[in-house]
């Protein structure tokens, strides 16, 4: 038998309640897999920074969000899918 059939057969001899405890264990070990997947991704993306300079980029921020120079979160996104081919 093959690793596929021999999972198969134990999974037809379980109980409704064993099969439920097992789907939500496989769900739980692919979120596992698709969060570190996400912030290997964020990570390509994104320089390592200090709290000091994260401060700072937020205190900028906030300043050029007073003096109006700042766009509009869909712009901003349609950037971003421009530059990444999405």
Known sequence: MTTLENTISILEGLSETDLIKIQALAKKLFQS??????????????????????MHDIEKSEEEFARGEYQEMGEALDEIYRELQI
């Open 33 to 54: 897999c698709e969060d570190k997947t996400a912030d290997e991704a964020v990570g390509r993306f994104l320089k390592p920074m200090s709290r000091e300079d994260f």
